[in-house]
């Protein structure tokens, strides 16, 4: 059993509170992605799972006990970091041996363990190489065996593959989920990476400044986000918020956004929006998919507008659209063959029915 | 770009470059005018030194001769006479003994201060660095007499042994220093990894800092071999028997008689006295250089 679960986890330095009392539950098993900006304290909690910093006040279990005050090496913990931290005067299957010698394993034991996880992350014809002699992403590779081999309770990752080449990294990603697939072993994970959170985590936790946002699958916190942070956070590019106020005029929902745009909100979603106090100042929020061309035939939810497109970023299978609406930049994802062009008039279409609506004082998603 | 504005900017693109070139040639010509002239004055006494060694001693006491060759021909004779005639071989066991003494010493000590004040954060700790080197900065002139009553009260004056006690005083702030530096270079997280690893911090220092750090460890082991084995001050002060004295003092005291100067065993032994520093520098220069030079570029 290796659950990890934090309870009012707080780290204090000096006056600076980096996290500020979390709750968190990893199931066994569970692949956890703490995602954020910098300073927004997932590293922080990271090094606290691991007993690297000590925390100001909370309890942290792990296997359902609490390790407060229990050295690192006593956790049965494993710990992959951003700069590899392999030992330059060590082979590869020095370094992945290490903590066992440290252990004092029998020497057979040892040696079957390096030669599965070299096999498992198909290093087994560096094991005899210093890390000087190896690439950034052999390196990595590396690292992770040194983790696997100790065969620990909870595998930590801080912010693995920042250090890799863009390609690498996508290369590199889907390497330590197949790992975890074969290991199936208690993994926290930690970037500012949101793609790289998405497509490795079972549930994803976005933090901001010391706390947490929300937790979720990754589909929860894209199609469902709980605040603005989260909302901008997730999804590349960024959602797009436009300030707007809801209008009721004969028993329908009306989303204001100029004095001459107006659009109706769909049944579907009016629901929700009902007791929304009029003149409340709200934000619209729709991801850049939810902004595409018109279609010919209009579908219910979807509603056409003319706007005048400021930059186009042809990316192949779609071409992203920048327009300006009264003031505020938005993005939208339309087909290459939709004609798009710097300067040019371009007829789009919003999708309400993936509308979000946003209290602009509190950013919460309403 | 029009032709004509190719055309202007080749000549000058060319000019620039022609000019980078007369630059660097400037530079190199001075540079190698100065290194020639370094080079020329500190290797002048060396030679000095190893002439003389080659003559008799009749030929050394000739006013006549060209002082700078051997004009009758090359002898051992001091060298003999050395070996036979004086202590000088006491005086190298001395030598020898203090000074692997003193850099055993000093390499326990400063390698355990330099990695728990550098790594082990504690309260205090760089007040502490700092102040381990502001001892350093205080002149042995200074130091002499107050040691010299310690050295007396614990009953040591007149052997070798006071100066490994007192030797390190000199050695044990500069090599912490270095150490410190060096092993600020190593990036936290090899320590980090270590001990998640399940090394304790005995074990952290030894199988992964002392190997990981080891051209600093013979920077300052250099360091020490040396400033141990050229002492003067010291011994000069703290011995005064034949057997009890280290080269530097011993070759002094012993081949200056009154007032004759034995110029060519006094060259041959200091010859004979700067070879082993002569000898380690020479294999271990690289290591030297880096370890002097790893905490101000690694940062």
């Given at each position: 059993?290796?659950?990890?679960?934090?309870?009012?986890?707080?780290?204090?330095?000096?006056?600076?509170?980096?996290?500020?009392?979390?709750?968190?539950?990893?199931?066994?098993?569970?692949?956890?992605?703490?995602?954020?900006?910098?300073?927004?304290?997932?590293?922080?909690?990271?090094?606290?799972?691991?007993?690297?910093?000590?925390?100001?006040?909370?309890?942290?279990?792990?296997?359902?006990?609490?390790?407060?005050?229990?050295?690192?090496?006593?956790?049965?913990?494993?710990?992959?970091?951003?700069?590899?931290?392999?030992?330059?005067?060590?082979?590869?299957?020095?370094?992945?041996?290490?903590?066992?010698?440290?252990?004092?394993?029998?020497?057979?034991?040892?040696?079957?363990?390096?030669?599965?996880?070299?096999?498992?992350?198909?290093?087994?014809?560096?094991?005899?190489?210093?890390?000087?002699?190896?690439s950034g992403?052999?390196?990595?590779?590396?690292?992770?065996?040194?983790?696997?081999?100790?065969?620990?309770?909870?595998?930590?990752?801080?912010?693995?593959?920042?250090?890799?080449d863009a390609k690498?990294?996508?290369?590199?990603?889907?390497?330590?989920?197949?790992?975890?697939?074969?290991?199936?072993?208690?993994?926290?994970?930690?970037?500012?990476?949101?793609?790289?959170?998405?497509?490795?985590?079972?549930?994803?936790?976005?933090?901001?400044?010391?706390?947490?946002?929300?937790?979720?699958?990754?589909?929860?916190?894209?199609?469902?986000?709980?605040?603005?942070?989260?909302?901008?956070?997730?999804?590349?590019?960024?959602?797009?918020?436009?300030?707007?106020?809801?209008?009721?005029?004969?028993?329908?929902?009306?989303?204001?956004?100029?004095?001459?745009?107006?659009?109706?909100?769909?049944?579907?979603?009016?629901?929700?929006?009902?007791?929304?106090?009029?003149?409340?100042?709200?934000?619209?929020?729709?991801?850049?998919?939810?902004?595409?061309?018109?279609?010919?035939?209009?579908?219910?939810?979807?509603?056409?507008?003319?706007?005048?497109?400021?930059v186009?970023e042809p990316?192949?299978?779609?071409?992203?659209?920048?327009?300006?609406?009264?003031?505020?930049?938005?993005?939208?994802?339309?087909?290459?063959?939709?004609?798009?062009?710097e300067?040019?008039?371009?007829?789009?279409?919003?999708?309400?029915?993936?509308?979000?609506?946003?209290?602009?004082?509190?950013?919460?998603?309403? | 770009m029009t032709v004509d504005a190719i055309n202007v900017s080749t000549p000058r693109r060319g000019s620039l470059r022609s000019s980078l070139k007369r630059n660097r040639r400037w530079a190199l010509i001075t540079s190698y005018v100065f290194l020639v002239l370094f080079a020329i004055?500190?290797?002048?006494?060396?030679?000095?030194?190893?002439?003389?060694?080659?003559?008799?001693?009749?030929?050394?006491?000739?006013?006549?001769?060209?002082?700078?060759?051997?004009?009758?021909?090359?002898?051992?004779?001091?060298?003999?006479?050395?070996?036979?005639?004086?202590?000088?071989?006491?005086?190298?066991?001395?030598?020898?003994?203090?000074?692997?003494?003193?850099?055993?010493?000093?390499?326990?000590?400063?390698?355990?201060?330099?990695?728990?004040?550098?790594?082990?954060?504690?309260?205090?700790?760089?007040?502490?660095?700092?102040?381990?080197?502001?001892?350093?900065?205080?002149?042995?002139?200074?130091?002499?007499?107050?040691?010299?009553?310690?050295?007396?009260?614990?009953?040591?004056?007149?052997?070798?042994?006071?100066?490994?006690?007192?030797?390190?005083?000199?050695?044990?702030?500069?090599?912490?220093?270095?150490?410190?530096?060096?092993?600020?270079?190593?990036?936290?997280?090899?320590?980090?990894?270590?001990?998640?690893?399940?090394?304790?911090?005995?074990?952290?220092?030894?199988?992964?800092?002392?190997?990981?750090?080891?051209?600093?460890?013979?920077?300052?082991?250099?360091?020490?071999?040396?400033?141990?084995?050229?002492?003067?001050?010291?011994?000069?002060?703290?011995?005064?028997?034949?057997?009890?004295?280290?080269?530097?003092?011993?070759?002094?005291?012993?081949?200056?008689?009154?007032?004759?100067?034995?110029?060519?065993?006094?060259?041959?032994?200091?010859?004979?006295?700067?070879?082993?520093?002569?000898?380690?520098?020479?294999?271990?220069?690289d290591?030297?250089i880096a370890?002097?030079t790893?905490?101000a570029t690694k940062g």
């Amino acid at each position: 059993m290796a659950e990890v679960s934090l309870r009012k986890v707080v780290k204090r330095y000096d006056d600076v509170e980096a996290v500020r009392g979390i709750d968190l539950d990893i199931a066994d098993h569970e692949f956890v992605v703490l995602v954020g900006p910098s300073g927004c304290g997932k590293s922080t909690t990271l090094r606290m799972i691991a007993g690297l910093e000590e925390i100001t006040d909370g309890d942290i279990a792990i296997g359902g006990d609490v390790v407060n005050d229990v050295p690192p090496k006593d956790r049965d913990i494993a710990m992959v970091f951003q700069n590899y931290a392999l030992y330059p005067h060590m082979t590869v299957a020095e370094n992945m041996s290490f903590a066992l010698r440290l252990q004092r394993y029998p020497k057979a034991e040892i040696k079957s363990r390096v030669e599965e996880a070299a096999r498992m992350l198909d290093i087994s014809d560096l094991i005899d190489r210093k890390p000087k002699q190896l690439s950034g992403g052999q390196r990595q590779r590396v690292a992770m065996g040194r983790a696997i081999v100790r065969h620990p309770k909870v595998f930590l990752f801080d912010e693995p593959l920042s250090n890799l080449d863009a390609k690498l990294r996508v290369q590199m990603r889907i390497e330590i989920k197949k790992v975890h697939q074969k290991v199936r072993t208690t993994t926290v994970y930690v970037t500012h990476d949101q793609v790289e959170a998405m497509t490795l985590a079972d549930r994803v936790v976005v933090m901001n400044r010391g706390r947490i946002e929300q937790i979720g699958t990754p589909n929860e916190l894209y199609h469902n986000p709980a605040t603005r942070f989260v909302a901008g956070f997730i999804g590349s590019p960024a959602m797009n918020f436009v300030p707007c106020r809801l209008e009721e005029a004969a028993g329908k929902l009306n989303l204001r956004l100029t004095d001459r745009l107006a659009f109706p909100v769909p049944a579907a979603r009016a629901a929700r929006y009902r007791n929304v106090p009029p003149n409340e100042k709200l934000l619209l929020g729709i991801r850049p998919e939810h902004l595409a061309e018109a279609n010919a035939h209009g579908e219910p939810g979807v509603e056409p507008f003319e706007t005048v497109l400021d930059v186009t970023e042809p990316m192949g299978m779609e071409t992203l659209v920048y327009f300006t609406l009264e003031g505020t930049q938005m993005c939208g994802r339309v087909s290459p063959a939709a004609g798009a062009r710097e300067g040019a008039p371009l007829r789009l279409a919003v999708d309400l029915n993936n509308m979000h609506l946003l209290n602009e004082g509190t950013g919460a998603v309403l | 770009m029009t032709v004509d504005a190719i055309n202007v900017s080749t000549p000058r693109r060319g000019s620039l470059r022609s000019s980078l070139k007369r630059n660097r040639r400037w530079a190199l010509i001075t540079s190698y005018v100065f290194l020639v002239l370094f080079a020329i004055f500190f290797l002048t006494p060396p030679y000095y030194m190893i002439v003389t060694s080659l003559k008799s001693d009749a030929e050394v006491a000739r006013m006549a001769t060209n002082p700078w060759i051997v004009a009758d021909g090359i002898t051992l004779d001091q060298y003999k006479l050395l070996f036979t005639q004086t202590d000088f071989l006491i005086y190298f066991k001395n030598t020898a003994i203090v000074t692997v003494c003193v850099v055993a010493i000093t390499m326990v000590v400063s390698v355990l201060a330099a990695f728990s004040l550098g790594r082990m954060k504690f309260w205090g700790s760089s007040i502490l660095a700092t102040g381990i080197f502001l001892t350093y900065l205080v002149p042995d002139t200074l130091l002499f007499i107050p040691l010299f009553q310690i050295v007396r009260s614990l009953g040591l004056l007149n052997s070798y042994w006071s100066m490994v006690l007192v030797y390190p005083t000199l050695t044990v702030p500069f090599c912490t220093w270095i150490m410190i530096g060096y092993f600020a270079s190593i990036p936290k997280e090899l320590d980090e990894a270590a001990i998640i690893d399940g090394a304790s911090w005995l074990q952290t220092l030894t199988r992964i800092f002392i190997p990981v750090a080891l051209p600093g460890l013979i920077a300052a082991t250099i360091f020490a071999f040396t400033a141990s084995w050229a002492q003067f001050l010291y011994p000069l002060v703290f011995t005064t028997s034949t057997d009890q004295l280290v080269m530097p003092v011993g070759i002094i005291t012993t081949l200056i008689k009154g007032d004759v100067f034995n110029w060519g065993q006094i060259m041959t032994g200091a010859l004979l006295g700067a070879a082993p520093p002569l000898l380690i520098y020479a294999f271990l220069m690289d290591y030297y250089i880096a370890g002097l030079t790893a905490g101000a570029t690694k940062g």
